[in-house]
């Protein structure tokens, strides 16, 4: 029976796997859009969510406890400062995972995994940057 056993394995070890959140959280944290396989990306976003869910409430304990998942202090402090502000009237769902499709190589499953309201704005163009100078 699975009772009360959540999250996925990943075909990892239990340090690998740890180390491996760490990182994608990290890396979300920092760039507020990554891409990943879709296995991983389910299994980063609700430590992510519980991270921003820590920002929200800026104490020095939830600054440790932060600290003791994220490896760097200045995506700590990112999160505390700028993160957990933007999402202090939002009741959940922080982040959005969207599906890319298969990767070249191998076949695996890609998704895109992004914290909302950090949605793609599209580069102009050099021509169109010209245009609206003149």
Request: glycine share 6%; hydrophobic share 35%.
């Amino acid at each position: 029976m699975r009772h009360r056993v959540n999250g996925k394995k990943l075909r990892r070890n239990t340090a690998h796997r740890r180390a491996l959140l760490r990182n994608l959280v990290t890396s979300l944290l920092e760039r507020e859009r990554i891409r990943t396989t879709l296995a991983k990306a389910k299994a980063t976003r609700p430590i992510a969510e519980k991270m921003i869910t820590l920002a929200k409430k800026d104490t020095l304990h939830t600054r440790r406890l932060a600290l003791r998942f994220i490896f760097k202090k200045d995506i700590v402090k990112k999160l505390f400062e700028e993160i957990g502000p933007r999402f202090s009237e939002r009741p959940g769902g922080y982040t959005r995972i969207v599906k890319i499709g298969p990767r070249a190589g191998d076949g695996a499953e890609v998704a895109m995994i992004e914290l909302v309201g950090s949605e793609f704005k599209k580069k102009k163009k050099k021509k169109e940057k010209a245009k609206a100078k003149k």
